[in-house]
């Protein structure tokens, strides 16, 4: 799959994941069609330029860490941006139990038009 292709299923993908969920590196990439391309998907969202409608703050580990250092800029905005969804944070993890984004098999193969009309 050539770069700029992975580059945007990573990218629509996370812009699939609701408003008051989240959804793990691998868990972008499997559905992005890009299996065992975790690391790749932290890749394009360091790539990402200023700016885009992708909302990188729900992508966090499996374990449901945010990947940045505890206390950095970096951590403090996610941590921000995810309680301004109603996803607590505590100690530096959400419940991925709670709040992980599980899709539905219709809901990935049938989006709504509409959401790719707005993109």
Known sequence: MERQARLTRIYETIRDI????V???GQIA???GIPRGARQVGWALKQLPA???VPWHRVIT????IAF????ARFEKQKKLLKGENIPVIAGRVDMGKYRWQPQ????LWKP???WDER
């Open 23 to 25: 959804a793990s590196y």
């Open 113 to 115: 038009t509409s959401a």
């Open 105 to 108: 098999l219709d809901e990935l």
């Open 51 to 53: 700016g885009q409608d």
């Open 62 to 65: 499996a374990s449901g860490r």
């Open 30 to 32: 499997e559905i992005a």
């Open 18 to 21: 609701p408003r008051g969920s």
């Open 69 to 72: 250092e505890a206390g950095s």
